[in-house]
């Protein structure tokens, strides 16, 4: 069998890639490094227990950082493993510090690379998440797309169609793979808040938890807010407290947290992994940010981007409460299975294309 390895950076990637490794492992010898970039139990090793995913062969504590650092790091300690293990291809996933770490990493060993959730694109530039896609897909030699739309970005970009596959969203099989397990009563919202775009300026803070306060005074209704370490961090360092009506909560495992999602009668969210799970489950979601890279969604009507003011996210949660939303089907099925045979079938050739 031949040897390869895959990246786990952050939660998001336990949870998007647990499926897929499930079949990598019976078709290849699969080493799984994680870069430690999260570390806590409840942000790294719960996804691994509630997905049944077997722990990493490599865990290279790269905790956290500055950017610089973080991907200096994680490129130092990852150039060791494969010196050593001299992978066949190198599979990373999505677009935190991590992933482009990896990415850079194996292509300047002339590594085949593989980026899965390749082509999505937010236009906006000065976010970090979108530095790192744009660099990781251009780096690598295998694009695996979810949509056909993120392929045609990467087509604009001039990157060959023929490195370019279009499979589905892997989120589809991982929701439905799960048994949910929550339920409460009296309704809520669930809110998760933690891109630097929107914590890091204490302005834009400023105004998410304005708007919240605002949302619980009209509709009277718990907000549950996932409180994430830095979101934490970033509410003492500008001295900010939450409005009446917020309770603030650790984050949670999948399992319940997707439970969550599904009981909540609106979900608040600048994560584009809950956008999505949102439109599988068919509950109202709002996009907290000012541009997206999950465009379709919006296209489709089942989310809202909010943008950064507060009447205008008022008028967004009215709306989205008071209609119903159809679970979306655009996302495919069979995902892991069509990685899994693009890279069975295309691997043999990963040497021979050079050319760009
Ligand atoms: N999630 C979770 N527990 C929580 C909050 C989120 O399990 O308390 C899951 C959520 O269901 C989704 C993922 O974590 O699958 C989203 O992670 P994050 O927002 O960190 O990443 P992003 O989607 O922005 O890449």
């Known amino acids: 069998m031949k040897k390869i390895i895959t990246c786990i950076g952050i939660r998001p990637d336990i949870i998007r890639l647990s499926q897929i490794i499930k079949k990598l492992d019976n078709n290849f010898e699969n080493l799984i490094v994680d870069s430690g970039q999260h570390y806590d139990y409840n942000l790294n090793k719960i996804f691994y227990d509630q997905l049944g995913v077997r722990l990493p062969d490599y865990n290279l504590n790269i905790k956290s950082g500055t950017h610089a650092s973080q991907v200096a790091r994680l490129m130092i300690e990852f150039e ?33 690379l593989v980026h899965i959730e390749s082509g999505m694109r937010s236009k906006n530039w000065f976010m970090p998440e979108e530095k790192n896609r744009k660099i990781i897909d251009h780096l690598a030699d295998m694009n695996i797309c979810y949509l056909p739309e993120h392929k045609n970005n990467l087509l604009r970009e001039g990157l060959n169609p023929r ?27 669930l809110v998760t808040c933690h891109r630097a775009e929107n914590i890091e300026l204490k302005q ?11 949302l619980y005074s009209h509709y009277n209704t718990e907000i549950k807010f996932i409180l994430m370490p830095k979101t934490k961090i970033m509410m003492e360092k500008y001295e900010l407290k939450f409005p009446e009506g917020i309770n603030p909560i650790p984050p949670q495992g999948f399992i ?16 584009g992994t809950v ?16 541009s997206t890279e999950r465009v379709d969604l919006i296209e489709l009507g089942v989310n809202t981007l909010t943008g950064l003011d507060v009447d205008q996210m008022l008028e967004s949660a009215t709306l989205a409460l008071s209609r119903d939303i159809e679970p979306v089907l655009h996302y495919g099925k069979n995902i892991a299975d069509k990685i899994c045979n693009i890279l069975i079938g295309n691997s043999l050739n990963f040497h021979k294309k050079a050319d760009r």
């Not at 499979?167 to 397990?181: M, Y």
């Not at 834009?204 to 605002?214: A, P, S, T, V």
């Not at 947290?257 to 909540?264: H, W």
């Open 80 to 112: 060791k493993v494969l010196m050593k293990e001299l992978p066949e291809f190198v599979i990373v996933l999505g677009d935190n510090n991590s992933s482009l770490g990896f990415a850079l990493a194996t292509a300047k060993m002339n590594i085949p």
């Open 163 to 189: 490195r370019s596959w279009v499979v589905g969203n892997p989120i589809i099989e991982v929701v439905q793979s799960v048994k949910l397990s929550f339920s409460q009563e009296k309704p809520f919202y």
């Open 204 to 214: 834009n803070l400023e105004i998410i938890l304005q708007f919240l306060g605002k």
């Open 256 to 271: 319940e947290f997707l439970g969550m999602e599904k009981e909540a009668d609106l979900v608040l969210t600048d994560s």
């Open 275 to 290: 956008v999505e799970e949102c439109a599988i489950l068919g509950t109202p979601c709002l996009t907290i940010r000012e």
